[in-house]
């Protein structure tokens, strides 16, 4: 059951979160993917990204955190083959 709920909340994550071209649209983060304007002031906007101190602590303690999970023991795949 809680795989279950797991499973809802990720699906409802991957559809309802801004993937990273319309994070970065007002930068041209791709060839082809013109800039648009900031969003007028919406929930969405609070996504929007901006080259500031809160999304630079935010990415760092993010990279932290998956460094130091990187160092965990993990079986050899081909072990028995």
């Known amino acids: 059951m809680l ?3 797991w499973l809802g ?8 979160v801004p993937n990273t071209l319309q994070l970065m649209a007002r930068y041209e983060p791709a ?13 969405l906007r609070a996504f929007d990204w901006a080259p500031t ?3 630079a602590v935010a990415m760092s303690s ?6 130091m999970r990187l160092g ?3 079986e050899f795949l081909y072990w028995q083959f």
């Open 3 to 5: 795989a279950i709920a």
């Open 72 to 74: 965990g023991k993990s």
């Open 31 to 43: 060839l082809g993917v013109g800039s648009r304007p900031a969003a007028p002031l919406s929930l």
């Open 9 to 16: 909340v990720l699906l409802l994550i991957a559809l309802l």
């Open 53 to 55: 101190v809160p999304w």
């Open 62 to 67: 993010l990279v932290v955190a998956v460094v």
